[in-house]
Each structure stands twice: as C-alpha cells, then as structure tokens.
C-alpha cells in the first residue's frame, strides 16, 4: 500500500500552474474524448451525457478513461434509483412515512423494533464512491480553487466548463 497522497493527473498539475514547479511526467498520449459503452441503461446513459461534455470542454476526458467515466455513472444512476426507494411515501392515513427505518420483529412473541434500511448503508457506499470519482477528475470545489487557467494557451477554464 503506497503512502501519502495519490498522484494528482498531469493536466490538472498543469492547470493549476505546476505549483511545486517539479517537472511534469511525460505521460502517454491518448486520444480526447471516450465513447460511451453499449450497454449503458438509460439512467446510466443520462448521466453520461450530462459528465462526459463537461470533462471534454476542459480536455480532461481521455479515451482511456471511458472505464473511470461508465463507473461514474453507473454509481449515479444507482444512487438515484436508492435515493427514489428511501424517499418518504404516504401512509394509508396520508401522512408521509420514513422508509430509512424499516419495522422488525426479532422472535415470534418479542417486541417489534426499527432497524436502519439497508439500502442506506448502500447509499453511503456509493456516495463516497461518487466523491472520489470526482475527485479524480477534478470535480469538486476544492480541485476547482487550486486551478488556474493559461487563457493564452487555448484551454477552456475549468471553472466555466464545470460550472455551466
């Protein structure tokens, strides 16, 4: 297990104007942009369609990253589906009903209690699952505030590209 902190991806390095000013690694070139996959569902390709222009506009998106990217989104999609499932309903009285804690009944004859629905231990999973996928391509708030753009080098701001 390697220590300290993950390398960050060279162009973000770059677009945050090589502040350790170490030279940049020469990595190997790939191809902008990534197709999507095949068998995306039509959630999956929902939320490809809303990231995958984004991380092209500040030529972030690679072809090898199309892997990294179908994750992404199948993590959205399947957040979203659990985040309708724990949505509170109404009761057969009209009030809205919680479905974060499900009824139990442990033993015939025994109390009934509450137990957290599982589904939301999944949910947690897949949100902090989500937060480093942003992370790793540079989408978050804190990877926005250490970039800055050359905007005689031709590339799109990161910010404006994101932010849209």
Do not use: H, Y
Not at 77 to 97: N, Y
Not at 132 to 158: H, K, L, Q, W, Y
């Amino acid at each position: 297990m390697m220590r300290g902190r993950k390398p960050e991806p060279t162009v973000i390095r770059a677009m945050r104007g090589n502040p350790s000013k170490r030279p940049l690694p020469i990595e190997p070139k790939a191809a902008d942009g990534a197709e999507p996959p095949a068998d995306l569902t039509p959630a999956e390709q929902r939320f490809w369609n809303e990231v995958a222009p984004l991380l092209e506009r500040v030529r972030i998106l690679k072809e090898t990253d199309a892997l990294a990217l179908t994750a992404l989104c199948r993590d959205l999609a399947q957040e979203e589906e659990i985040r309708q499932q724990l949505a509170p309903v109404a009761g057969p009285d009209g009030k809205l009903r919680q479905r974060l804690l499900i009824p139990v009944q442990f033993r015939e004859g025994a109390e009934k209690g509450v137990m957290l629905n599982p589904l939301f231990r999944v949910q947690t999973e897949l949100r902090a699952r989500i937060q480093d996928a942003f992370r790793n391509f540079g989408m978050t708030p804190s990877a926005r505030t250490r970039v800055s753009i050359d905007r005689d080098g031709g590339e799109g701001d990161i910010e404006d590209a994101l932010c849209a």
